[in-house]
């Protein structure tokens, strides 16, 4: 169990902590990444616009980049957030 959790936290801080960490805010009723508007001085959806609930997440920038990618292709992933523990 102890080399479980060890390994597991070996992988978190090699490829999260010490590489490319990312916070991007994203809406919470469809998943899509938000961006700021520096106006409105508000977050706002690429569908839902204004009236949004934003939540923030932690990756590698390189997922997000892929994120990014793919959404320039007319794929539009979504992520699903959970309640928080």
Same mark, same amino acid.
């Given at each position: 169990c102890l080399i479980a959790h060890g390994a597991s936290f070996l992988?978190?801080?090699?490829l999260l902590e010490q590489s490319d960490k990312y916070t991007a805010h994203f809406c919470k009723?469809?998943?899509l990444?938000?961006?700021?508007?520096?106006?409105q +001085?508000?977050?706002?959806?690429?569908i839902h616009g204004k009236?949004? +609930?934003?939540t923030t997440a932690t990756m590698p920038y390189a997922f997000y980049l892929l994120l990014e990618e793919?959404?320039?292709m007319g794929?539009?992933?979504k992520l699903l957030f959970g309640e928080e523990v």
């Amino acid at each position: 169990c102890l080399i479980a959790h060890g390994a597991s936290f070996l992988l978190l801080d090699r490829l999260l902590e010490q590489s490319d960490k990312y916070t991007a805010h994203f809406c919470k009723l469809c998943g899509l990444p938000a961006y700021y508007d520096l106006k409105q +001085e508000r977050f706002l959806c690429p569908i839902h616009g204004k009236d949004i +609930e934003v939540t923030t997440a932690t990756m590698p920038y390189a997922f997000y980049l892929l994120l990014e990618e793919m959404m320039s292709m007319g794929i539009y992933p979504k992520l699903l957030f959970g309640e928080e523990v």
